[in-house]
């Protein structure tokens, strides 16, 4: 398993735009495919996006498509969630997590998650 560390979230008006990272430790990194889930008060944790190993296959809630955008960078061990126009809908906490065989928005596939980082959308 790998230990994830998620930054970067924050307090943001409705149009605006954050970009997380999650952090991982250990040297296979790589051999992960990855995920960003979130979880808005109230609600069950929800998928947003999910890349492969490589960063060359991406896959995206309907809600977050052509708004959001995952990527990875190997040699730094760190995925990141550019999320753009973002609205009060977004808001939620938001998780990374890895996992060697995934389905991608399913959340029992992944084995390892970080503890969390908040997005808050103001209207």
């Known amino acids: 398993q790998v230990q994830l560390v998620e930054s970067g979230g924050g307090l943001v008006q409705a149009g605006g735009s954050l970009r997380l990272s999650c952090a991982a430790s250990?040297?296979?990194?790589?051999?992960?495919?990855m995920g960003w889930f979130r979880q808005a008060p109230g609600k069950e944790r929800e998928f947003v996006a999910a890349?492969?190993?490589?960063?060359?296959?991406?896959y995206y809630a309907d809600s977050v498509k052509d708004r959001f955008t995952i990527s990875r960078d190997n040699a730094k061990n760190t995925m990141y969630l550019q999320m753009n126009s973002l609205t009060p809908e977004d808001t939620g906490v938001y998780y990374c997590?890895?996992?060697?065989?995934?389905?991608?928005?399913?959340?029992?596939?992944?084995?390892?998650w970080g503890q969390g980082t908040q997005v808050t959308v103001s209207s």
């Open positions: 250990g040297r296979t990194f790589s051999s992960y495919a």
């Open positions: 997590a890895a996992g060697r065989v995934i389905v991608p928005k399913e959340a029992r596939s992944y084995d390892s």
């Open positions: 890349i492969n190993w490589s960063g060359r296959n991406t």
